[in-house]
């Protein structure tokens, strides 16, 4: 008997409760600039995205300008392959080729890259 009334106070109570309460809620924190910002998801392959794969582990969150559930997301940052710094995407903070650099990483590291590159971290002025 009691058997029967367990199982089906689970399958009642459970599901449209949870939702509310447990949303978890991460920041993402640039190192640099100090951006703070909820994120949704860190990783290469979000399950919700469908059109491209990310490169690297990003930080992501919905594009706020779209109506939801899109798969528009906006990428929020990454960590830095040197130093594993966590940067925004602000051409301040972070420097990408062939992976995030924060903009300090990129000017200390300037020799490994090509000369179009070089020109162009060389206009990055570091605040
Ligand atoms: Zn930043
Ligand atoms: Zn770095």
Do not use: W
């Amino acid at each position: 008997m009691s058997y029967f009334i367990n199982e089906e106070s689970i399958k009642t109570e459970k599901p449209e409760k949870k939702r509310e309460n447990e949303v978890d809620i991460k920041y993402f924190h640039c190192a640099l600039c100090g951006l703070h910002e909820k994120f949704e998801y860190f990783g290469v392959d979000p399950p919700f995205v469908k059109k491209y794969k990310l490169l690297e582990d990003t930080y992501l969150v919905e594009d706020p300008f779209l109506p939801p559930k899109q798969g528009e997301m906006l990428q929020l940052g990454a960590h830095c392959t040197k130093c594993k710094k966590c940067v925004c995407k602000d051409p301040s903070c972070s420097f990408y080729y062939e992976g995030t650099y924060c903009i300090i990483c990129a000017k200390e590291n300037m020799k490994m890259f090509p000369d179009v590159v070089k020109d162009k971290l060389n206009k990055i002025m570091i605040n």
